[in-house]
């Protein structure tokens, strides 16, 4: 009898631990506002960092102003547009509305030869997926060289080879993003950005971004449409 319990007990134990983490999991699924962000200071850059940050022109060099996302981080400091997660068994897909970014991250495979994150932006890299617990971590690489937040700190930038790690905590109705920036070409240590979202009960639009309405003349008023205009 002992040398049973000893048998089904910890298979017991295995099976609910799987299934709490599971269930804690599948609160990642819905759809997510920006409730706030945590920016450093000192993003800790190097003389090239800083040489570089000098150099941003947004005018020239905030790429959201012809259509193309800058990145992932800046999307995610943009206020009035909400994100969606979706979990699935081989991959989760990640929605942004602003820019209509859809990314479909796999679970399985290496950053190598993982797909492109967004297959009409290859500049943003290419992305896999894990779980770490409860958290679900994305690693991405092999984006572009430019400027990484044109936003929160504007101008900071990055090279072709940061790499970056999001990790997704749900804790019910809120969800906090941990996004965490290697890069040593400009940068001295890692820099790390935290996002906060609350759930809400809605859908994704569609963005629809004309060349014409991005310009800055015209993005805070586009920004208080969108947030103002009555959901499905």
């Known amino acids: 009898m002992k040398s049973l319990l000893r048998?089904?007990?910890?298979?017991?134990?295995?099976?609910?631990?799987?299934a709490s983490a599971a269930g804690a999991r599948t609160e990642l699924d819905?759809?997510?506002?920006?409730?706030?962000?945590?920016?450093?200071?000192?993003?800790?850059?190097?003389?090239?960092?800083?040489?570089?940050?000098?150099?941003?022109?947004?005018?020239?060099d905030d790429t959201d102003l012809s259509c193309k996302p800058v990145t992932f981080t800046n999307i995610m400091h943009t206020p009035s547009p909400p994100i969606e997660i979706r979990l699935h068994a081989e991959?989760?897909?990640?929605?942004?509305?602003?820019?209509?970014?859809?990314?479909?991250?796999?679970?399985?495979?290496?950053?190598?030869?993982?797909?492109?994150?967004?297959?009409?932006?290859p500049h943003m890299g290419r992305s896999i997926a894990r779980y770490e617990g409860e958290d679900l971590v994305v690693d991405t690489?092999?984006?572009?060289?430019?400027?990484?937040?044109?936003?929160?700190?504007?101008?900071?930038?990055?090279?072709?080879?940061?790499?970056?790690?999001?990790?997704?905590?749900?804790?019910?109705?809120?969800?906090?993003v941990v996004v965490t920036h290697h890069d040593p070409v400009y940068y001295t240590r890692p820099m790390v950005m935290t996002y906060e979202f609350v759930r809400v009960d809605t859908q994704i639009m569609e963005w629809g971004c004309t060349l014409e309405g991005a310009n800055y003349d015209r993005r805070l008023?586009?920004?208080?449409?969108?947030?103002?205009?009555p959901r499905q």
């Open 7 to 18: 048998l089904v007990v910890p298979a017991l134990v295995a099976c609910v631990s799987a």
């Open 30 to 60: 819905g759809v997510w506002l920006f409730y706030g962000a945590q920016v450093p200071e000192d993003p800790g850059l190097n003389a090239a960092g800083r040489a570089k940050l000098e150099q941003y022109d947004p005018l020239r």
């Open 141 to 176: 690489a092999d984006v572009a060289a430019g400027y990484l937040d044109t936003l929160g700190f504007a101008g900071l930038p990055q090279s072709a080879q940061m790499r970056t790690e999001e990790r997704f905590i749900p804790a019910g109705d809120r969800l906090k």
């Open 91 to 121: 991959d989760v897909e990640i929605n942004y509305e602003f820019m209509d970014v859809h990314r479909r991250v796999p679970f399985r495979g290496t950053l190598a030869d993982a797909p492109y994150t967004v297959a009409q932006h």
């Open 221 to 229: 008023e586009a920004a208080g449409e969108k947030s103002s205009a």
